[in-house]
């Protein structure tokens, strides 16, 4: 695998290539605008993985304080289950605790087992459930899981 990871900036990003995967990977995409507006937003960021210089997933973050929350993460359909997803969300958590991130919010569908799986394996233990949360995923509930980061 000879994946790279990198900061995605504003302005360079392709934010067209972000919505091709979300769209790819959700039952409603989000637009390019949305990504273009949400990376403008105060204490937004973005990691992307490259394959060959082509982005082949993606994670967006906020950061509030001392809060983050993942908004949005996603791996190109084609390009699954070859620890992409993985070392997105390690980098992520690196960077979130360089930036002094002490908890990582997220919700994820609890129809989504390959997400949760992931999740699991990476530290992060269930919260609370928002019930019938996904109107365009068939009403399902969203599991609400956090991860404490550990201050050395
Ligand atoms: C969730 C997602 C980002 C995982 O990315 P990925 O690169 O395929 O994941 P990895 O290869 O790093 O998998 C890590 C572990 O997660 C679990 N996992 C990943 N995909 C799985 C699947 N389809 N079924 C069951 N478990 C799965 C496994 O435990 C896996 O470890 P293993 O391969 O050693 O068994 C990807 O499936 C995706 O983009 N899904 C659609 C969008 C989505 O659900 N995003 C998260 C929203 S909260």
């Known amino acids: 695998m000879n994946i790279k990871i990198h900061r995605a900036s504003q302005h360079l990003v392709k934010t067209e290539r972000l919505a091709e995967i979300h769209a790819a990977c959700f039952p409603k995409g989000w637009q390019a605008l949305e990504f273009q507006l949400l990376l403008a937003s105060a204490g937004s960021f973005c990691l992307v993985a490259e394959e060959e210089g082509h982005i082949v997933g993606f994670i967006l973050l906020r950061l509030t304080i001392d809060e983050c929350e993942i908004l949005t993460f996603a791996v190109d359909p084609t390009h699954q289950r070859r620890k992409i997803g993985s070392v997105l969300l390690a980098s992520a958590v690196e960077e979130i605790e360089e930036r002094g991130g002490a908890k990582i919010f997220l919700e994820v569908s609890d129809k989504n087992e390959a997400a949760i ?32 980061l550990v201050s050395e």
């Open 117 to 148: 799986a992931l999740y699991t394996k990476a530290g992060f233990s269930r919260l609370s459930v928002r019930k019938a949360y996904y109107a365009g995923d068939g009403n399902a509930d969203a599991i609400v899981m956090s991860l404490e």
